[in-house]
């Protein structure tokens, strides 16, 4: 039901914007999110928006350098990454979680199928 895309390769220091589109009665009330994970790492969280895109919240990691916001009348939401690092390098994830704000990873209720983002020179 969450369809991410956006990602590829890029050098660092670049900038790429994710999206990830839903049916509008999958987003329209709840908070959603993004995740990341590398490879043998822990899926981590990223960002995450309220229903109404009023709050926002984001990992230390990724603070200043991201941004996430949301088109709720497309049903859309986006994570502008801008200044990315090597580190960045993940499978990065869309997530839908069941209230109007978000909480924990065990909150969410949808997930994306992922994009990959590469951040390499």
């Known amino acids: 039901q969450l369809q991410a895309s956006g990602g590829g390769l890029v050098q660092p220091g670049a900038s790429l914007r994710l999206s990830c589109s839903a049916s509008?009665?999958?987003?329209?009330?709840?908070?959603v999110g993004w995740f990341r994970q590398a490879p043998g790492k822990d899926r981590d969280f990223i960002a995450a928006i309220n229903w109404n895109g009023g709050s926002t919240s984001y990992a230390d990691s990724v603070k200043g350098r991201f941004a996430i916001s949301r088109d709720r009348a497309k049903g859309t939401i986006y994570l502008q990454m801008n200044s990315l690092k090597f580190d960045d390098s993940a499978i990065y994830y869309c997530?839908?979680?069941?209230?109007?704000?978000?909480?924990?990873?065990?909150?969410?209720?949808?997930w994306g199928q992922g994009t990959q983002v590469t951040v390499s020179s």
């Open positions: 509008k009665r999958t987003l329209s009330n709840n908070a």
């Open positions: 997530a839908s979680y069941r209230g109007s704000w978000w909480g924990r990873p065990s909150d969410v209720n949808y």
